[in-house]
């Protein structure tokens, strides 16, 4: 169990966890492995999420009227590890509800759960030393994310301060769909390359087989959020894992992703 | 509820953070225009020609000096305390918002910014921003959330007439939280090109700080005025606080001088249960929402709570992270008025002194109602009178069966 992609363009999957229900995000999520994502970020619904656009937006929504709590998201966390041991896994989540938690009560059951990374949206590296040292202690991955605005001497922060592997975002915004990769997302891969020989994913606004494609020419891994958890939107509960599997299938991956 | 970790105590020599409260939690896609904004404020800060023409506009074109008016048939009412009121209210677009507005917007021309976003509850800093953009002929767009422009359209109006286009926020609760969400997530995608004129002391590093200098002005003509009058200092400042940028002027300069009570008056609501009210320090505790580490109201999850206040400008779920250090430290105290103390006390000042508060302003008069007969002849109030009421006359008119 570690960070990996076997394959370019590696695939990591953004799933809203407890949207529709905790069921069903782990059927989804098990399911997203077998057709071939390499890492699956396990999003903590939030009340506030000032990062993303309306489709995630709603799915938080949705988890949270269903109860879903972080203690929950780290007991799906450990069921998914257990089915797939192989897969890469990540918490995602706004700092507040891990504040709230406890960081090192929180360091300490994703640890356990079996996660592999943590992604906190809204902590920048300046204001991460607790969250860091607790990371390194309990041997988690923290992976941050990287902007086309960052200047170099945020981006070398980025990059020391990163395990896994670095998310860039490829577009200033919110997450959701674009038509197409800027010229920003090829740009900052490059400038993230200078300070790190970590794999570099790119995300926000990756939807189709077209984007994937695209972004293989410069980077290691494409993340699909929103894209997905609009299928998942658009989808019956039941149907909802089978569809995530057919979107991907979709994207070409290579054929090394399949065998897994 | 779990223990919460605080971010560090080595957070407090960090810059932004009053006491272990502040910081800077926000996408990375930000930080650059953060940094960029951190020494763009610095350098006008420390420019003689900034200060000049900022001094200029907030005396001909706001009108400030404001009056600090002694409320003698108030005071005789109630048979204590001298009462005397800062009248915020007397200046244009009628609350104190104008001095911060005016101050952002020279610093956004100044950096060459075209387009101009902000967000607003009560709506008076959306009016001090669409005014502003008037004069300095920027772009402009107001995000206000749908319950507060339903409830504050009057508000509305006036945006819409002085050239802004107001965009409702339909997501969350619908008040200030999300508006303030949502002018996030517009100045994340349009970063390169738009200046987020922030409206409260509130958000992420340098805003608080900044926010609170706009408005120190409030305080340093308060401290003369009263020696003026008085001769000496007052035995208490009375402010409503929601993000909390009127109470933060308004307490700055006395913040050295231990013996006068600094007072803030949060949002009581209609109940003490979660939810019903806007009393971060009544139920509240420390956490991180739109990019600041303070007092919140939340769940047993870390989830923002609901709030509830008949003021729009307070209802909000957070406070200005200084007012969170000064809560901790003692040196200010906060209470809550609720509801109906509020709206008795917007009755009482009108048909006493003839002016009409606004509602947020109100909270503040109410807790002046209820002090100030405890105390003696020779104890003096200042009340910040942060805005007029003409904009909540739709809410009033509704509440008192006018």
Redesign the interface.
């Given at each position: 169990m570690a960070i990996h992609f076997n394959h370019k363009p590696g695939l990591v999957v953004y799933l809203t966890a407890g949207d529709p229900s905790l069921e069903i995000t782990r059927a989804i999520a098990l399911e997203a492995i077998d057709a071939g994502a390499d890492v699956i970020e396990l999003g903590v619904p939030?009340?506030?999420?000032?990062?993303d656009?309306?489709v995630i937006?709603r799915a938080s929504e949705r988890a949270?009227a269903r109860g879903t709590?972080?203690k929950d998201v780290l007991e799906l966390a450990r069921e998914i590890r257990a089915a797939r041991p192989a897969a890469g896994l990540v918490i995602f989540s706004?700092?507040?509800?891990?504040?709230?938690?406890?960081?090192?009560?929180f360091a300490d059951d994703a640890a356990a759960a079996g996660a592999d990374g943590v992604l906190v949206?809204?902590?920048?590296v300046?204001?991460a030393?607790?969250y860091l040292a607790e990371m390194e202690r309990v041997k988690l991955a923290p992976i941050?994310?990287?902007?086309?605005?960052?200047?170099d001497d945020?981006l070398q922060a980025?990059a020391i301060h990163s395990k896994g592997f670095v998310y860039a975002?490829s577009r200033?915004?919110?997450t959701g769909k674009q038509q197409s990769m800027t010229a920003d997302a090829a740009a900052l891969v490059a400038r993230i390359r200078r300070w790190t020989p970590l794999p570099v994913a790119v995300g926000f606004g990756i939807s189709n087989a077209e984007h994937v494609a695209q972004v293989a020419e410069f980077a290691d891994a494409a993340v699909i959020g929103s894209a997905i958890v609009e299928l998942i939107e658009r989808s019956t509960p039941e149907a909802s894992p089978g569809a995530v599997a057919r979107f991907i299938k979709g994207l070409h991956l290579p054929q090394a992703a399949l065998a897994r | 509820m779990a223990s919460v970790i605080h971010p560090a105590a080595s957070s407090e020599s960090r810059p932004g953070r009053f006491g272990i409260y502040g910081g800077r939690y926000v996408p990375e896609t930000l930080m650059a225009a953060l940094v960029e904004l951190e020494h763009e404020y610095e350098a006008a800060k420390n420019d003689a020609s900034f200060q000049a023409e900022l001094a200029g506009l907030l005396k001909d074109y706001a009108g400030r000096p404001t009056p600090l008016y002694f409320a003698r048939r108030l005071t005789e009412q109630l048979g204590g305390a001298k009462i005397y009121l800062k009248r915020e209210d007397l200046l244009h677009t009628g609350a104190h918002k104008i001095n911060n507005a005016l101050g952002q917007g020279l610093l956004a021309k100044r950096m060459g910014k075209k387009r101009i976003i902000a967000e607003t509850g009560a709506g008076q800093h959306g009016v001090a921003t669409a005014t502003v953009c008037a004069l300095l002929g920027l772009e402009c767009v107001i995000y206000m959330g749908d319950v507060d422009m339903e409830r504050q359209e009057l508000n509305v109006l006036r945006m819409r007439l002085l050239g802004a286009e107001v965009r409702g926020v339909s997501s969350g609760s619908k008040t200030l939280k999300d508006a303030i969400s949502e002018a996030m997530r517009d100045w994340v995608t349009n970063v390169r090109t738009t200046y987020y004129l922030l409206g409260s002391a509130l958000g992420a590093h340098p805003y608080p700080t900044m926010v609170r200098d706009f408005h120190r002005v409030i305080s340093i003509e308060m401290k003369q005025q009263i020696l003026e009058k008085e001769g000496r200092l007052p035995t208490a400042v009375i402010a409503c606080v929601g993000g909390g940028s009127n109470a933060i002027g308004a307490f700055y300069e006395f913040i050295p001088n231990r013996e006068v009570r600094l007072i803030g008056v949060e949002a009581g609501g209609r109940g003490t249960a979660l939810g019903e009210h806007a009393a971060r320090f009544h139920g509240g505790s420390p956490g991180v929402l739109q990019g600041t580490f303070s007092y919140v109201l939340q769940d047993e999850n870390g989830q923002i709570a609901a709030t509830h206040s008949v003021s729009a400008g307070l209802d909000y779920a957070s406070i200005g992270p200084e007012h969170a250090a000064l809560h901790d430290s003692g040196r200010a105290e906060y209470v809550s008025q609720d509801d109906a103390a509020t709206l008795d006390a917007v009755v009482r000042l009108a048909r006493t002194e003839g002016i009409l508060p606004a509602l947020e302003s109100a909270h503040a008069v109410a807790e002046c109602l209820r002090i100030a007969p405890t105390m003696t002849a020779h104890d003096i109030l200042v009340v910040n009178l942060s805005g007029r009421g003409d904009k909540d006359m739709g809410i009033l008119a509704r509440e008192l069966k006018l």
């Open positions: 939030f009340s506030d999420p000032l990062a656009g309306p937006q949270l709590r972080l706004y700092f507040n509800p891990i504040l709230h938690y406890g960081l090192a009560r949206t809204d902590i920048i300046e204001e030393d607790e941050f994310l990287a902007a086309p605005t960052s200047p945020r980025i975002i200033t915004g919110i | -």
